[in-house]
C-alpha cells in the first residue's frame, strides 16, 4: 500500500490546490497542537453555555417525536372519518420511512457540507409546515386523504434527518468521550418523553375536545416551539463561535487548527472508502434497530391478544417501553463516555432483544409477557448511544459522520418496510389474525443481530480480529485509553506494520530524517480500509447489499398496497 492509497482511505483531498495536499501531508506527519490556535485571545467556552446548547438541541425534535405516534393512535378514528382502508393506512404511515430510504443520505451529505445547526432550522421548518398541512387536512369536516398524505411527505424532509443534524452539533461541541454520549443519551431520553407524551395523549384530547384533529393541531405548536429552538440553536451557534475558542471535532484532529482551508466536498466514491467495521454495524442495525423500531407497530394488537384487554389498556401496557430509555439512557451516555465498551453494549442490546422476543414466542403467560416487554423496553435504553458513537470512533474522517449515518438510516427505514409488511401479511393469512406467527420474524431478526454484534465484539480481543477490523477495538476501550491503545495496535499488528513501514520510508526520502508519525495520525490510518482487494470486494458487496435492501423495502411496500395489509408502521420511530 502507498502512502497516496492510505491518504484517500481517509478523506477525498482531490479539491486541494498541490500546495495545500503538501501542507496536509506535513500536518499529518508532524506533531501539532491541535486544540485550538495558540495566538487565540478568545476565551474558552464555558460549561453553562455548552448547557443552554444541548438543551436547545435535544429540543429541536420534541416536536418531530411528539407526532410519531399521533397517526397510529388515533388509527381507527382516521379510518373512520376519512373512509380508508388499511391499504391506504399503510400509505399514510409508511410514507416516511420510504421517502428517508434515499431522502436521508443526500440530507446527510448537506448536513456534513452546512453544518447541523443550519441544517436542523431548515428541517425543523419543513416538519412544522408538514404539521400544519395534517392538522389542516382533518379541520372542520375537510377530512382530506390526499392532503393528509401530502402533510406527511413535507414532515418527512425533516423527520428523517433531524436527530442526524443534532449529532452533528454535538459532534462539534463534543469530543469521544468528553460528554458527547451523555448528549446522545439526553437526545433520545427527551426523545421518548415527547413519543410517549403524544401517543398517550391522542385519543384522550380527540374525546375530550370533540375532534382527533386537535391532537394534530397541538402537535403542530409542539413543532412550532421545536422550529423556535432550532433558530435559537443556530444563532447561539454563530453568537459562540465569534466569542469564543471553540475546538470543532467534527474534523479530523490535523485538520482543526487549518479552520480557514474549505473542507474536502463530497464525491461518490467517499461512500466505498468507509471501512468494513462500519458495513458490519450497518448490518446489525438492519437487523436489530429495525426489528426493535418495528415492534412497535404490532406492540399494542399483541398487548391487547395476551392480556385480553381492550385498546385503551393495550395502549398504555405497549407505551411503558418509552419510559424506561427516558431515564437510562443518560446514564449509559456517561457509562460510555467514562469507561467506552461500545461494542459490549451494543451486544446487550440485541441479546436483550433476543431474550424478549423468545419470551414471547415461546411462553404464553401475563408474567412472561411483563418480563419480555421490560427486555425490549431495556433493548430500546441500549440501542441509541452506543451506535451513534461507534459510528462516530470508526469513520476515519469525523467530517463524513452526516453521510455515515445517513447511509445506515436510510437502510434500516427500508428495512422497517419489509418486516411490518410482512408481518401483516402473515397475520391477514391466520384464521384468527394472531401475531404468533409474525413474532417468528422479530426472533429471526434479533438472532441475526447477535451474530453481527458477535462478530465485532470478537474482534474486539482476538488477535486476528484486531488486525482486520483494529476501529472495532478502538471503539471499544476506555476514551482516556485510546492514545496507548493505538500505539499497542500499531506495533502488534501486521497490518499496522505494514502501513508504518510505507509511511516511514516516504518520510525519510523527503526529509532525511526518521520523523515518526502521530499517534492521531495512525489512528486515522488503522481506521482506514485496508488496501487490498478483498476488503475492496467486501466493501463493494456490503454497499450492493445495502441498496438491495433499499429496493426489497419499497417493492415490499408495493406488495404490501396490494395485499392490503394492516397498516401499522410508525414511521420516523424513536432509534438510530
Known amino acids: 500500500m502507498s502512502l497516496s492509497s492510505a491518504r484517500s482511505d481517509i478523506a477525498p483531498i482531490d479539491s486541494f490546490s498541490d500546495e495545500k495536499k503538501a501542507s496536509l501531508d506535513n500536518d499529518l506527519t508532524t506533531p501539532t497542537p491541535v486544540l485550538g490556535s495558540t495566538a487565540s485571545t478568545k476565551p474558552k467556552l464555558p460549561i453553562a453555555w455548552q448547557a443552554v446548547m444541548v438543551f436547545l438541541t435535544c429540543m429541536c425534535t420534541f416536536g418531530n417525536h411528539w407526532s410519531n405516534g399521533l397517526i397510529i393512535a388515533l388509527k381507527t378514528t ?174 479530523r484532529p490535523d485538520q482543526r487548527k487549518i479552520s480557514a482551508k474549505k473542507m474536502p466536498t463530497f464525491h461518490w466514491p467517499a461512500v466505498r472508502r468507509l471501512p468494513l467495521t462500519f458495513w458490519i454495524l450497518v448490518l446489525f442495525a438492519i437487523f436489530e434497530n429495525a426489528g426493535v423500531q418495528a415492534f412497535v407497530s404490532i406492540s399494542t394488537q399483541f398487548a391487547q391478544q395476551r392480556l385480553q384487554s381492550g385498546a385503551v389498556i393495550g395502549g398504555w401496557v405497549s407505551s411503558m417501553y418509552l419510559l424506561l430509555p427516558v431515564a437510562l439512557t443518560p446514564f449509559l451516555g456517561v457509562f460510555i463516555d467514562a469507561y467506552g465498551h461500545r461494542v459490549t453494549l451494543l451486544f446487550m442490546s440485541g441479546m436483550l432483544f433476543l431474550i424478549s422476543m423468545l419470551f414471547l414466542r415461546l411462553s404464553g403467560t401475563v408474567t412472561s409477557f411483563i418480563v419480555a416487554y421490560v427486555f425490549y423496553a431495556l433493548s430500546q435504553s441500549f440501542t441509541p448511544a452506543p451506535q451513534v458513537e461507534i459510528v462516530r470512533s470508526i469513520i476515519p474522517d469525523p467530517h463524513y459522520y452526516g453521510l455515515a449515518f445517513a447511509i445506515k438510516k436510510s437502510i434500516v427505514q427500508a428495512s422497517i418496510v419489509i418486516i411490518v409488511t410482512v408481518a401483516g401479511k402473515l397475520q391477514d393469512e391466520s384464521p384468527t389474525s394472531s401475531l404468533m406467527n409474525p413474532v417468528i420474524m422479530w426472533l429471526a431478526y434479533s438472532a441475526i443481530s447477535v451474530v453481527a454484534a458477535g462478530i465485532l465484539l470478537i474482534a474486539c480481543y482476538t ?54 508519525l502521530t499517534n492521531k495520525r495512525k489512528e486515522v490510518i488503522m481506521k482506514s480500509p485496508m488496501d487490498s482487494s478483498t476488503s475492496l470486494y467486501a466493501r463493494w458487496a456490503a454497499i450492493i447489499m445495502g441498496a438491495l435492501v433499499v429496493v426489497i423495502g419499497w417493492a415490499i411496500f408495493g406488495l404490501g398496497v396490494e395485499w392490503g395489509v394492516h397498516g401499522n408502521i410508525i414511521a420516523g420511530t424513536v432509534g438510530t
Not at 442526524?164 to 448528549?183: D, L, R, V
Request: proline share 2%; charged share 15%.
Open 463 to 516: 488477535k486476528v480480529g484486531k488486525r482486520l477490523l483494529p476501529a472495532a477495538r478502538l471503539s471499544q476501550v476506555r476514551p482516556r485509553d485510546l492514545a496507548e491503545e493505538v500505539d499497542k495496535l500499531w506495533n502488534s499488528t501486521r497490518a499496522t506494520r505494514e502501513h508504518q513501514s510505507v509511511d516511514l520510508e516516504r518520510t525519510q526520502s523527503d526529509d532525511g530524517t526518521n520523523a515518526l
Open 78 to 251: 382516521i379510518e373512520t372519518n376519512l373512509k380508508i382502508n388499511n391499504s391506504e393506512f399503510a400509505t399514510l404511515v409508511a410514507v416516511t420511512n420510504l421517502m428517508n430510504t434515499f431522502l436521508c443520505v443526500g440530507v446527510g451529505f448537506l448536513i456534513d457540507r452546512f453544518g447541523g445547526a443550519s441544517s436542523s432550522v431548515v428541517l425543523a421548518a419543513f416538519h412544522f409546515a408538514g404539521s400544519i398541512v395534517q392538522a389542516g387536512a382533518t379541520t372542520n369536516g375537510y377530512d382530506n386523504y390526499p392532503l393528509l398524505v401530502a402533510g406527511k411527505v413535507i414532515a418527512a424532509v425533516g423527520d428523517g434527518s433531524l436527530d442526524n443534524a443534532q449529532h452533528k452539533i454535538f459532534t462539534t461541541y463534543f469530543a469521544p468521550g468528553k460528554g458527547f454520549a451523555f448528549s446522545i443519551g439526553l437526545i433520545w431520553a427527551m426523545a421518548n418523553l415527547a413519543q410517549f407524551t403524544g401517543q398517550a395523549t391522542a385519543n384522550v384530547m380527540a374525546t375530550d375536545l370533540g375532534s382527533y384533529a386537535w391532537p394534530l393541531w397541538i402537535s403542530a405548536v409542539i413543532s412550532l416551539l421545536s422550529l423556535l429552538c432550532a433558530i435559537g440553536v443556530s444563532l447561539l451557534d454563530k453568537y459562540l463561535h465569534a466569542r469564543y475558542d471553540i475546538v470543532d471535532h467534527s474534523r
